[in-house]
């Protein structure tokens, strides 16, 4: 076993300020993707240890919705400060866990810090209404309100940010949380604990539990104290999540799975298409809910497209997260490998052409090359299917109006790109694209200033921007009479 790289890495669940073991002492290994290694335990909790960690947290809630918006501003800037001054060790816990490369565990650390003190500066802005009243002898006035305990469930590709869209509103409304990291990255979960608890946020305002998903889920969507679960994920887990939420009415935010389409018509800055092209399919490893899943590229600049785009996949340096340079780490297991795997061999099937990679990496393990095919078609798996993984379909269209509606054909609505140096197209085509984000002639959208969230079965809800807060916020209508005015 690896030495805990720093008093982050957390092995046990925080409940009302208390470290604890799961009741039985059963636990789950954590492994290094990197190495195979494992790098620790986390407690294998279940119902039990969820129902007193919502117990805390509503216990907690009593006296954390008095505080003011200018307490709860200054813990998150306390909170964001403590992440920046620890980016470093952090940084590192998460590629140790994920695989992710060294910049992009930097770069997402530093995104959860943004969240944060977005959500500080958020705090300060939660304003109500009043309304001119049909009534000369009374006054309306609609103010907002903390929802109370809110439950959070997150994956493994972003243990940091994800958690940082949900602790950062929370608190800043005066909510307070239990929380359940993904099985496979639970220490940056749980670093979320420990760093609330050396800044100083009250013990119960932040829980975190680990263990069994199923058990940890079904108490945290039917307690009657949970008010409000947000989860990020895939949305057959979303779907269910809402089923169970339904039997005591909580609010639900989903954020779930993508099928991002990437647009490039003959009129775009090719260099500039291919940059982005690289950005949006390659971050973390392609195992990103906003990473291209199909790329649709128009027949005149198709095989310079296919060229460049090839040449760039094939340059990446491949290895271990917390190597100099490396750009692409490993995938998280062996399913996902083989995943990618049923992928390729579909799309050759097909007849798609594997123009760059196609391979396991020869550093073994879950490494992964970062492929390319071409000649992609609608009958291949990949146009339906999430593929969580390196591989970079590109379709050839004629026209506007096929690529467009090829992008739309899926059940799916998180983001989509496209490349074009034509204002007219450009509004033509954000306005056709049925999707929750659109990033035209940028590959890389996400900042706390904006809203993120998706349409269709992509999700309900949005995290970051002014939006953001809403979901952890009641509204109060108060109507107030006898006045003698
Ligand atoms: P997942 O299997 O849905 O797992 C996500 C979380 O749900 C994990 O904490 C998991 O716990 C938990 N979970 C699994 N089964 C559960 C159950 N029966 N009840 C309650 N919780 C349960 O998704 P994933 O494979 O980790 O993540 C990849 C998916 O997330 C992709 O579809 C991706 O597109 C989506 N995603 C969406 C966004 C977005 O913002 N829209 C962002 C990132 C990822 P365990 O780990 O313990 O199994």
Known sequence: MLQKTSHFMREANLIGGQWVQADSGATIDVINPATGLKLGTVPKSGKAETTRAIEAAQKAFESFKKTTAVERSKMLRALHDAMMDNQQPLAELL????????????G?????????LWFAEEARRIYGDVIPSPWGDRRIIVTKEPTGVIAAITPWNFPSSMLARKIGPAIAAGCTAV??????TPYSGLAWGALCEEVGIPAGVVNVVTGSASEIGKELTTHPLVKKITFTGSTDVGKMLIEQSASTVKKVSMELGGNAPFLVFDDADLDRAVEGAVTAKYRNSGQTCVC???FFVQAGIYD?????????????????????????????DDK?????????????????????????????????QPT????????????????????????????????????????????????????????RVMEGLKYGMVGVNEGLITTPEAPF?????????????????????????VCIGGLGL
């Open 95 to 106: 590629t140790m866990e994920q695989g992710k490369s060294l910049t992009e565990s930097k």
């Open 108 to 116: 997402e650390i530093a995104s959860s810090a943004a969240y944060i």
């Open 179 to 184: 929380v359940k990291p993904a099985s496979q």
């Open 292 to 294: 291209t899943n199909r």
């Open 304 to 332: 310079r497209f296919v060229e460049k785009f090839a040449k760039a996949s094939g340059a990446l340096k491949v290895g271990p997260g917390l190597d100099d340079g490396v750009q692409q780490g490993p995938l998280i």
């Open 336 to 368: 996902a490998v083989e995943k990618v795997e049923e992928f390729i061999a579909d799309a050759k099937a097909k007849g798609g052409k594997v123009v760059t990679g196609g391979n396991r990496h020869e550093l073994g393990g879950t490494f992964f």
């Open 372 to 427: 390319v095919i071409s000649e992609a078609t609608p009958e291949m798996n990949f146009m339906k299917d999430e593929i969580f993984g390196p591989v970079a379909p590109i379709f050839r269209f004629e026209t506007e109006e096929e690529a467009v509606s090829m992008a739309n054909d899926t059940e799916f609505g998180l983001a989509c790109y496209f490349y074009t140096s034509d204002l007219g197209r450009a509004f």
């Open 453 to 477: 969230g998706g349409v269709k079965e992509s999700g309900i809800g949005r995290e970051g921007g002014h939006q953001g807060i809403e979901d952890y916020l009641d509204t109060k209508y």
